[in-house]
């Protein structure tokens, strides 16, 4: 017995969605989902309306005769236990996909697989055998490899449902945005144009990876990414995330804030020239010994003390800090204590930072130690901002710890590397799917306060247990009891 979407006009702009069956030829109504008065609302009827028949799936009948429904009570020594289904936690994921217009797609084998990344992050085969066994959705794996073969196409429609709901829900108005890339690694050691070895973030230097350029919302709100070869530097990948953002965007004015290594005067040209502005940390080592001393001379080592200076770089903005001071004093003795090992036993051990060597002797580099003494708990940053204070461009600044976040989520609970993926279509396919599953955790994460694996650990204990009454061959559903706090979950999420 099959359940079907009906859809009936019920005057020129309304339209009402049902799910129903037909027996002999006559419709009968088993749920009443709502009235469309837009596209849009149509769609996403339909898609609850296919929620709930995923939740109530029909079961055949081993008689052709009408069987009524179990006799009550309902006798334990004709029922069989078949398995507990995590329908709740589906139908909850699912309603924030429709949310975010996921749904709209129409690729629900996609939205399946971002829902199970969330759920239990394994590879898309074995993705497929979990949607059977915990939400009772099957698909072929032809139909799983027809369609990652399409996702890849996906992406800037995806960057603009995120973007709608970053406008919406959080007051994302393009105003700052913070940048950073990542490395993900794949599991071989076969390289090609896009898999290539490189300087990795996670110390697998020796296998291939990409490289990933991720934006985000002050808040830590995914909003778009870019892919890159495994061996592109990180500061070439600045420029065409952000003009790639802007175009699709439309946006005039942005700023963009990034760490050291997107620094490069080739990149504050085109961002000037772009009418961009940016906050970006500066790397100081690399300063001339007189802007040193004019920055040293203006801190006077005083906390909370900053200086402006004017560089091709932009503006340069220096803070002092005595609780970056101590940390920086203790990391300068430890490698003051190993370049004098150095220099009495030379040749034993990797070169130290403050060793200078010429070819009679090793000795401590002096003229460095002095450097670094003088930089002991300064922090630099340079803009282009000519009117923001420099506390609001260091405040600024100190969010990209929300990216650094972002990054964790992304590898660690959605499992996002390694990558097993060998054609670039899958590796964009696996990518985008990660990508969704990071906007829908960090929303729950922003709405509710909690982390991804709280939320979903205790919406998790809600399952529905499966008994088959053995008289009628019907399922009986049993749904365990809602806990408070799973119950203020449903009430923050989209219902």
Known sequence: MKYSIRVNRTNAEAQRVQVVRYEKRKVVELKHIGTAHTEEELIDLKSVAESWILAHPPHPQLFTLKVEPPPSPVFLKDCRYQGIWHTFTYELLHRLCTHFHFTHLKQRILVDLVIMRLFEPVSKRRSLTLLARYFGIEYSE????????????????????????????????????????????????????????????????????????????????????????????????????????????????????????????????????????????????NISPTLLNTIDTSLLHIDGATTRTETPHGTLICAYSKKRYSKDLSDMNKQITKAENQVQSPGKMRRAKFVSVSTDKVSLNDELIAKTKKLLGVKGYYTNLAKMTDADIITHYRSLWRIEQAFRIAKSDLATRPIFHRKEEGIKAHILICVMALALSKYIEIKTKQSIHSVLDACKSVTDARILHTVTNKIIVMRSGIPDEVKSIQEILPH
């Open 142 to 285: 032809n139909i799983l490899y027809r369609a990652l073969r399409t996702f890849s196409s996906l992406k800037e429609s995806v960057e603009e449902k995120t973007v709608a709901v970053a406008k919406k829900e959080f007051g994302f108005d393009f105003s700052f945005v913070l940048y950073d890339v990542t490395t993900l690694y794949f599991e071989t050691f076969e390289a090609d144009e896009m898999r290539k070895p490189g300087f990795s973030k996670d110390n697998k230097s020796q296998q291939p990876q990409i490289v990933i350029g991720l934006m985000v919302t002050p808040q830590g709100f995914p909003v778009s990414y870019e892919i890159f070869a495994g061996n592109t530097f990180e500061g070439t990948t600045f420029l065409p995330t952000i003009l790639a953002f802007k175009k699709l965007h439309k946006v005039d004015t942005l700023t963009i804030v990034a760490d050291a290594a997107m620094l490069s005067l080739d990149n504050i040209e085109k961002l000037t020239t772009e009418k961009l502005t940016y906050i970006v940390g500066a790397r100081l080592g």
